[in-house]
Every structure is written in structure tokens, then in C-alpha cells.
């Protein structure tokens, strides 16, 4: 296996791959089929299978936010605990998602499938029967198990099995699973809620997920080859202090009173001492081929400049997905499923937009699509900070669509542009750097959104809360419009003969 994966400066193909005709011209001009290759059946198959089960997996992550209130009730609990629901579950991926580069490298594409499946379909009928909270928080955390390894098992099918022609289309669907599912986790538990018990939200998923589980077992085949790569005990302990405490400090700054935030910042210093820790125990492992989660996919240009885009972006979307409906339910008095429904129509537009969004940018390349939505995004939470007690939501709808629309032309070609250019012994790898960046993105973000909100509600009122907030998440995506600018349409890499 080649470890020489340094790019150029356009985070083309590594150097020392097996010459290409016209090597100094950029991408563009190359001479291309007047038609990309077609996909097989098969692949189609494959892909849309995956598409299904990540669809579902991300809509349950999302359903449980607007249960929380009828749960303290039900199983007589209190805040602080019932929030574990949701904290397990993000702590379990974020532990869970960086063992997937490995994963996805040791096992079969239908193993791994029928795992993810497997525990995600087990704990959604678990969740269902749950006689208390102890089995409910066993049964999340069962459910996120498999959740973490859907999205990289999805990015990495789609790596090896599209030609790079059609990868910006592909991509797009893939935004529907992303963008969708949240969209419509509140507002589909928001329906069940008021008309049934809280265990109907895992009752209506548990179906999708078997058929889902079903359709996989039966259509889905093995994809490329695995490799008898070992497990390294050290890196997967210290993936539990790194990821967990980083994600478990931030959301816990973030939600906690100024008085109990020092368990928080402790969980988030060994998070950071055991990070540093994990990195470079990678960086030894490079060395012998045989890291948990390789970091060679940073030497490519445009993967870290698409990967810091994307963090910008997630800080966005989580300030959107918890400020917004603070805002609707505490200061506008909406209820919970009239909160689901302002925030409906942006997240289709997101989803339902990705794969016209893909085929764009197949064709003109990341850096208009990025610019332009990079923009949007600032200008939009902009005008977030603008609101009062008085806003018509009529204009909430219409600013929230604006900002699903700029951040669906960030995700897809961020997503594609960075993973394009890497080799195929690092696409596991690459997909779950990103994937595990976006579930501590999203927890910082959160963390610092709900923290200043908190903190300037508490002398100036609710209002001036949330504005300070939703200023600082603008100011925050400036920076996304300065890592778009960098943004360059990338070759892929050509796959070396030993592998």
C-alpha cells in the first residue's frame, strides 16, 4: 500500500501517482466523455439502500428533542436527567464514529451494513418496550451504535462505487437523508406526541428500519476488499476521552447553570490532553500502516479547507436547529408542533434542492455554489439577530428557507470536494474525520450559542439573548465566506495498481 498521500495545491492526486495525459492542466479543460459512465443496477441499488437506512437513523436522532418535556412527566423525572437521552446519544457517536475508518476497512460492506442495521433496529425496539429510563438511556445508546456508522459507510460506498462525473449528483441525494431527516424529526414527533404515548416515536420507526434492514440483507453485496489491518487497543481507549470529553464539556457549558459548569470544564480539559494524546498515537501509527483513524487525508489541501468549511457551517446549522426553536416556543409561545412546522419548509428546501445542487456543481465546479452560500448563510443569521417578540412568521419562514438554501450549496460541494481527491485506502478514513468534526462541531456550536444567549438573557432579557446569539453565529460564518474562496474543483485521485 502506497503511504505517499501528500497533495498539490490544488488537493489533486497524491505525487508519484502513475502519470495522467495533460498532468499541468486544471481538471476542467481535460478531455471528458460527452456523457459521464452510467451505474450499474447494482450500484444504484447499493446506494439508495444505504440512502434509505441513513434517512431513517438521522430522523430518529432528531425526533426525541421535542419528547423531552412529556418524558420528565411520564417517567417522573427531572431536566437534568431526562437530557441524558440526548447527551448519551451524542457522546456514543462521538466515541463510536472515529473506530469507523477501521471498521469499514476489516469488514465486509454487507457486515458492516447488517451491524449498523442490526444495532439500530435492536435499540428502536427496545426504546419501544422500555418499562423506565434506565432501559430507554440503554436502548439510545444501542440506537447510536449503529446511527455512527451509517453516514461513513454511505460516503465511502459512494467513493468507491461513482464515477467521480456523477459524485456532485450523488452527493445531493445524499443531502436529502442529512437535511430532511432533522427537518422533519420534530415535526413527525410533534404529530405522534399529540395524538399517542411517547413510545409510538419509536413504533412508527422500527418498521422503516426493519424493512430497511431486510431490503439490505437481501440486495446488498460486498464492495471493494478488506484489509487485515489491527486494531490498536490505545487509540480506541483514548477515543473515550477525547471525543467523549470533548462533546460531553461543550454540551454540558452550554446547557449548564454558571455554578455547575466545572465538571464541564473538566471533561472538557482531559478532552483536549487526551486529543493531543490520540493524534499523536496516530501519527506513530502511520508510520507501520496502522493507525484507528488515519490523518494523512489532512495532507490534501482541499479536504482540510472543505473539512473547516464544513465545521463553520455545522456551528450555523446547530445554532439554527437550537436557537430557532427557543426562540418560537419561549418568546413567540408556539407550541411544539407548530414549532416543527415554521421549521418544515426550510429543511425540504435543503434536502429536496441537494440533488439539483450536485448535478451544478458537477458541472461548474465548488466555488460559485460555495460563495454564494456561504453569503447567504451570513446574511441570514444576520437577520436572525434582528428579531423581536413581534417578528412575523411569515419572515422567520422566509430567512430559515434562505439559510437551508446557503447551507445546501456549502454541504454538497464541500462534502464532494473533499473526499474526491482522496486515494481509496483513505475514503473510510476521510469520511469518518468528517463525520466525527461535525458532531464536535455541532456541540461547540451549540455550547457557545446557548451559553451567550443564556448569559446576556440574564440581564437584558430573552429577546437580547437571542440576538446577541444569532450575531455571534454571523460573525462566526464570516469566516465560512473566507474558506469558500479557496475552494477548487478537484481531479480525484488516480488509483495506484497495488491496490
Known amino acids: 500500500m502506497s503511504t505517499d498521500v501528500s497533495s498539490n495545491a490544488d488537493g489533486g492526486p497524491p505525487r508519484g501517482a502513475p502519470a495522467i495525459p495533460g498532468p499541468a492542466e486544471p481538471a476542467a479543460t481535460r478531455t471528458a466523455p460527452t456523457t459521464p459512465p452510467k451505474m450499474s443496477r447494482e450500484s444504484v441499488t447499493i446506494i439508495v439502500t444505504l440512502l434509505v437506512a441513513t434517512f431513517v437513523v438521522i430522523l430518529n436522532e432528531t425526533i426525541m428533542n421535542v419528547a423531552l418535556q412529556r418524558l420528565m412527566v411520564d417517567l417522573n423525572i427531572d431536566a437534568p436527567t431526562v437530557q ?17 475508518g477501521f471498521i469499514l476497512q476489516r469488514l465486509t460492506t454487507r457486515a458492516v451494513f447488517l451491524l449498523a442495521m442490526g444495532l439500530f ?72 406526541l399529540q395524538n399517542f404515548s411517547w413510545r409510538f416515536m419509536f413504533v412508527f420507526v422500527l418498521p422503516i428500519a426493519l424493512a430497511a434492514l431486510a431490503i439490505g440483507a437481501k440486495y446488498l453485496t460486498n464492495i471493494g476488499e478488506t484489509e487485515k489491518t489491527r486494531l490498536d487497543g490505545l487509540s480506541v481507549v483514548l477515543t473515550v476521552p477525547a471525543f467523549g470529553g470533548l462533546v460531553y464539556g461543550l454540551s454540558q457549558i452550554g446547557g449548564g447553570q454558571a455554578g455547575s459548569r466545572t465538571p464541564a470544564v473538566l471533561a472538557l480539559a482531559v478532552g483536549v490532553v487526551a486529543l493531543a494524546a490520540f493524534v499523536l498515537r496516530q501519527l506513530k501509527l502511520q508510520k507501520t500502516d496502522g493507525p484507528l483513524l488515519d490523518l494523512r487525508a489532512f495532507t490534501f489541501r482541499m479536504f482540510t479547507v472543505s473539512v473547516l468549511l464544513l465545521v463553520v457551517a455545522m456551528i450555523a446549522l446547530f445554532g439554527a436547529v437550537i436557537l ?11 407550541k411544539s408542533l407548530a414549532t416543527g412546522l415554521v421549521l418544515l419548509p426550510g429543511g425540504l428546501a435543503m434536502g429536496l ?28 443569521l444576520w437577520q436572525f439577530s434582528m428579531l423581536d417578540a413581534g417578528s412575523p412568521v411569515g419572515w422567520i419562514i422566509a430567512l430559515h428557507v434562505t439559510l437551508s438554501l ?94
Not at 121 to 127: M, N, P, Q
Not at 180 to 191: E, F, H, Q, R, W
Not at 354 to 380: A, C, E, Y
Not at 411 to 434: D, E, R, V, W
Request: glycine share 10%; hydrophobic share 55%.
Open 324 to 334: 430557532l426553536p427557543l426562540y418560537l416556543q419561549e418568546i413567540r409561545g408556539l
Open 353 to 380: 434542492l441537494g440533488p439539483f445542487i450536485g448535478r451544478v456543481f458537477d458541472k461548474v465546479g465548488p466555488l460559485p455554489l460555495t460563495v454564494t452560500g456561504s453569503v447567504m448563510m451570513v446574511l441570514s
Open 84 to 100: 441524558w437521552l440526548s447527551t448519551g446519544f451524542m457522546l456514543t457517536m462521538a466515541v463510536v464514529i472515529p473506530t469507523t
Open 406 to 499: 446557503g447551507l445546501a450549496l456549502v454541504f454538497t460541494p464541500a462534502f464532494t470536494t473533499g473526499l474526491n481527491p482522496l486515494p481509496p485506502h483513505l475514503y473510510s478514513h476521510g469520511s469518518a474525520i468528517m463525520s466525527t468534526l461535525q458532531q464536535v462541531a455541532g456541540a461547540a456550536g451549540t455550547a457557545l450559542l446557548v451559553s451567550i444567549y443564556a448569559f446576556v438573557a440574564e440581564s437584558s432579557g430573552m429577546v437580547a439573548g437571542m440576538q446577541a446569539a444569532f450575531l455571534t453565529a454571523a460573525v462566526i460564518a464570516l469566516a465560512a465566506v473566507v474558506l469558500s474562496t479557496m475552494m477548487r474543483k478537484t481531479a480525484g485521485a488516480v488509483q495506484p495498481a497495488s491496490h
Open 121 to 192: 433496529s435492536g435499540g428502536t425496539l427496545l426504546a419501544a418496550l422500555a418499562p423506565g429510563f434506565e432501559v430507554l438511556l440503554l436502548a439510545r445508546i444501542v440506537q447510536a451504535g449503529g446511527t455512527a456508522i451509517m453516514l461513513p459507510l454511505l460516503m465511502t460506498t459512494i467513493l468507491t462505487l461513482v464515477p467521480l462525473e456523477r459524485r456532485g449528483a450523488v452527493m445531493g441525494n445524499v443531502s436529502i437523508a442529512i437535511s430532511v431527516a432533522p427537518a422533519l424529526g420534530p415535526t413527525v414527533s410533534g404529530l405522534i
